[in-house]
């Protein structure tokens, strides 16, 4: 089965303008700080610290070209933004990946999700590379095929903070008409 990284069309769309700083002012006061920029390696639900809060965000340019809206769009580090078609499209398909939080972006209702599900590499295929000696990451990815059947949207425990897709989330965006996200099939190039 084909995964694919997910990443950002900055050319074309606008992208989240919520860094972690005003979204822990917005949850409760800076003593949320830490939590957030450790949320991706400690994988912590935040629905309980979201929870009874209303989180507000505004798309800002990616680039000088970034003019359009997307209805998925990457966020932080290990989440997406949804809007309400596309949570409609999505939201059932994704639940079972994560959680769903409400987000007011520009006035209008969007969903958060965050991805709180890991996907098996396939070590046995991956390889790992070396910088002096010392360990500097993977060179190859692949995930274990059993473990991606079945399943939409995912992170590698190797490589953290990456969001990954099988086919059935491409197919599923690509059939509704959803934009905003480009499917990578090199998973490991950061651009």
Request: aromatic share 10%.
């Amino acid at each position: 089965m084909r995964v694919y990284q997910l990443k950002p069309i900055p050319e074309r769309f606008k992208a989240s303008s919520l860094d972690l700083m005003t979204l822990a002012q917005q949850i409760g006061g800076p003593q949320h700080l830490t939590m957030l920029m450790r949320q991706p390696a400690t994988n912590e639900p935040l629905a309980p610290y979201w929870q009874g809060r209303t989180v507000a965000d505004s798309w800002a340019d990616q680039s000088r070209t970034s003019a359009e809206l997307p209805d998925v769009a990457l966020w932080g580090r290990g989440c997406l933004i949804l809007n309400k078609k596309a949570f409609e499209v999505l939201g059932k398909a994704l639940a079972s990946e994560g959680e769903f939080l409400p987000l007011q972006v520009d006035g209008e209702a969007h969903f958060v999700f965050n991805c709180l599900s890991f996907c098996k590499e396939d070590m046995t295929l991956s390889e790992r590379k070396y910088l002096n000696g010392i360990d500097d990451g993977l060179k190859t990815l692949f995930f274990d095929e059993a473990d991606v059947q079945g399943r939409m949207v995912f992170k590698s425990e190797q490589v953290g903070v990456t969001l990954y897709a099988t086919e059935s989330f491409k197919q599923a965006v690509e059939g509704a008409g959803l934009e905003g996200l480009r499917f990578d099939t090199d998973l490991l190039d950061p651009f």
